[in-house]
Every structure is written in structure tokens, then in C-alpha cells.
């Protein structure tokens, strides 16, 4: 190794450690079982009548429960009726949350050297909070975000550059199995990892346009330990 490649070396080595952002759904857990047994149980108990139809459950998955319980459940109170989701999730079905493969690994190995991890989901705080809790995930990170605004719209830049800034670094990763969030991080000024959950997204994945795509929780470890290609984007404003 010549004196300019020790150079090199020596500034990937000393270079300043990015946030790590999470999306939490196909990223950090798979939730998706547990989501829709825990509405089934709802439904079943206030709309016997009513068919939990595939719409709905496809709703369910993307939409905060606060609005779907204001929606399918008017005339009972809201706050009563997504406190039975939870606790119906926390008394039943923690079994069915896991983490997705190779996470928890990835997690124990950023905490023992030092880079900052937060997590930012469309989810309600109060589930987010709730999956990691259950799953012993919550101490992996120093900035947990869910959606407190019951809204149904996708992650935009400026949570993204929130979410990161509150992490306390200058530069952030953000990682997503969702290629619209991708694109709305990029927008943000962060290094972009589309995570393949699915195979069957990488069109869509490969349109987002993430600085780097796998399906491997290890090779992200893998880009974090290789040249800091992060230190060319810059959050913005």
C-alpha cells in the first residue's frame, strides 16, 4: 500500500460516523400478521355482521388506527378502541412480531461501535413504541419517531431531516423497503439504502433510484464499514 492509498485509508477510518435511519414495516420487523389478527379480533367483537374483507385488511396495513377506528367504528370512542388493539397485540400475538432476519445482529454491532440509530415510521407512536418494546428492540435506539398527525400520506423529506438532525450527526442513512419513502429521503439529502423484503419490488426499487440496494441486513454492515460514500450528501434545508 503506497503512502496514497494509507491516506485514503486513514480518512475512511477517521470518518465521522452517519445516523442510521430506519422505516420500521419490512425493514425493522414484519408486523403484518400480528396488524391484521389484531384487527380481526376488533372487528369480530363490534361488526359481527361485517366481512374483514381484503380492502379493508390492505387498509388496515397502511393506515394509523386512529383513523381507521374513527372510521369503521363512529358512534364508540376512538381512544377506547385502539387501546383494545394494543392491548389485544401485547396480551396475544408478541409472538407473531419479529424482527426481520439479521436486524438484531446489525443493531448489536452499530451499538458496540458507536453509530447512531433512530427509527421513523408511519406507524402510531403508541405501536411503534409497543412492537419494539415487545421485541426487546427499543434501547438499540437513541430517536424513536412514529405519526402523531393520524395522517395517511407517505414520510416527507422534512421528517426524514428531522428524524436525522435529532440524531445529532451531519450526515444520515436511511433505509426503506418502501421506494416511495426512498425517493422522498433522497429529496432530504440522505444516502439511500432500498431494502428488497419483497424481490418483487426491485422495478420499483430500481425506478426510486437508492444509492444502494439489498436484501441483507449484513451487507448494510458491509457499506458501513467500507469507504463513506454518506460524506457526499448533505441533509438540506
Excluded at 2 to 19: G, N, V, Y
Excluded at 140 to 168: H, K, M
Excluded at 184 to 197: C, E, I, N, R, W
Excluded at 200 to 217: G, I, K, N, Q, W
Aim: proline fraction near 4%; charged fraction near 30%.
Amino acid at each position: 500500500m503506497d503512502k496514497k492509498d494509507k491516506k485514503f485509508r486513514k480518512m475512511e477510518q477517521e470518518a465521522p460516523k452517519p445516523a442510521v435511519l430506519f422505516d420500521f414495516d419490512g425493514t425493522l420487523m414484519d408486523t403484518d400478521i400480528a396488524v391484521i389478527a389484531a384487527y380481526r379480533e376488533i372487528f369480530d367483537r363490534y361488526k359481527k355482521g361485517m366481512e374483514f374483507t381484503r380492502e379493508v385488511e390492505s387498509e388496515a396495513l397502511t393506515t394509523v388506527p386512529e383513523v381507521m377506528m374513527k372510521k369503521y367504528f363512529p358512534r364508540r370512542s376512538t381512544a377506547k378502541c385502539v387501546q383494545e388493539l394494543l392491548d389485544y397485540m401485547e396480551q396475544h400475538l408478541n409472538d407473531l412480531i419479529q424482527p426481520m432476519h439479521g436486524v438484531r445482529r446489525l443493531l448489536t454491532w452499530m451499538n458496540e461501535n458507536g453509530y447512531p440509530a433512530g427509527v421513523l415510521s408511519d406507524r402510531s407512536q403508541s405501536m411503534l413504541e409497543l412492537y419494539l418494546k415487545s421485541s426487546d428492540m427499543y434501547d438499540y435506539f437513541q430517536n424513536v419517531r412514529g405519526n402523531d398527525t393520524n395522517r395517511t400520506v407517505e414520510l416527507e423529506g422534512s421528517d426524514i431531516r428531522e428524524s436525522c438532525r435529532a440524531l445529532g450527526t451531519e450526515h444520515c442513512i436511511y433505509i426503506s423497503d418502501n421506494p416511495e419513502n426512498i425517493e422522498a429521503a433522497s429529496k432530504a439529502g440522505a444516502y439511500t439504502v432500498g431494502f428488497l423484503s419483497e424481490y418483487s419490488d426491485t422495478l420499483r426499487f430500481v425506478e426510486a433510484h437508492p444509492d444502494f440496494m439489498t436484501a441483507s441486513m449484513d451487507q448494510i454492515r458491509s457499506l458501513l464499514t467500507g469507504e463513506p460514500y454518506w460524506l457526499a450528501y448533505v441533509l438540506t434545508e
